[in-house]
């Protein structure tokens, strides 16, 4: 039994959650698998019906399931909490934390028939970008101590800390996607000032010799990094980087796929146990209006079914389906251009079914 705690949260949550339900649904019956699907409450709702953004229920119902499929949270109604009761802060870093999800798994990806969307001149993107980030989520200098500002005011400090067993597991999970897919890792760092980084580069290459010499591995320094992403993004494939590297890096090469309706993410950790959610916040501007984009959410339940379940050809029916769905013309509002059919976040969905 695959079981999924789904979170579906505020705003577009529950819209797009409900299209990648569909989908799973078809995906078990096409494929003989038992899906067993629970809904609990995160985020501002979570708030409004018991005082917590993540309610102890809600942390029970993630433990006990394979995998968390979250939508979003978020919005005006509860900017003005206190920070901890705020949904994002009070809901979505503590999950990461709780369950140790030191992966986070970036795909950024144009397909042929949205180049036009993308921020780049169209001979840069025309023929698609495919690229994965592998982000360390869990060290690094969001976490490190001291972290503080001084008694006056007048100095802080934060900790970019990292241990060899932080380096090599996200590196692993990294070399083992690229096996999968073209066998190339890109290792982002800056070792040309940062100790933490000359340790990372020490580190991944090691690991590299002992037991990945199949995969190409090369090593950028970040600032590099930053340019070659809008100079050439399809030279890369699989980034393995820092945290806040990360962060930053797969920020800028989402803009380069033009809508924020279409980013899908993971964060793993050891086991197969992992949390999926599309990049983009809770869109307070249109929900309720059945216009939002549910590819996001559905890319990142095929994310679900190959890195928590094993399904790998059940994941790429769903995304060739998508593809299909862009190639056939339909579009939602977000993605829209001239000469393309304009359909609804649900019609989405069901075309995307129709096609599996
Ligand atoms: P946002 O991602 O919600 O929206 C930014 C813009 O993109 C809006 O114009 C929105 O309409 C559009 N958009 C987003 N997703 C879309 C989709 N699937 N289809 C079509 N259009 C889409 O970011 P924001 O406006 O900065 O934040 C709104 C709320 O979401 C805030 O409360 C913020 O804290 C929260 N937020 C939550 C998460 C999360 O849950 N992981 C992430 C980011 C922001």
Redesign the pocket.
Known sequence: MNKVAVLS?D??GPE?MAEALKVLDVIAKKYNHTFEFKEGYV?GIAYDKTGLPLPEETIQLCENSNAVLFG?????KW?NLPPEKQ??RGA?LPLRKHFNLFANLRPVKIFPSLSHASSLKQELVKDGIDIIFFRELTGGIYFGQPKKIAEDGKSAVDTMAYKEEEIKRIAVKAFEAARLRNKKVCSVDKANVLMTSILWRKIVTELHEKEYSDIELSHMFVDNAAMQLVRWPAQFDVILTENMFGDILSDEASMITGS??MLSSASLRDDQFGMY??S???????AGKN????I?TILSAAMMLRYSFDMDKEASAVEKAIQKVLKDGYR???IMSEGQKEVSCSMMGNLIVERL
């Open positions: 949260g705003g577009i797009v985020g979003s949270v978020g919005g005006p900017e949904p994002e979505l924020i309706g959610e599309p983009h916040g809770s869109a307070p501007d249109i216009i939002a984009n549910p996001a939602t509002v977000d």
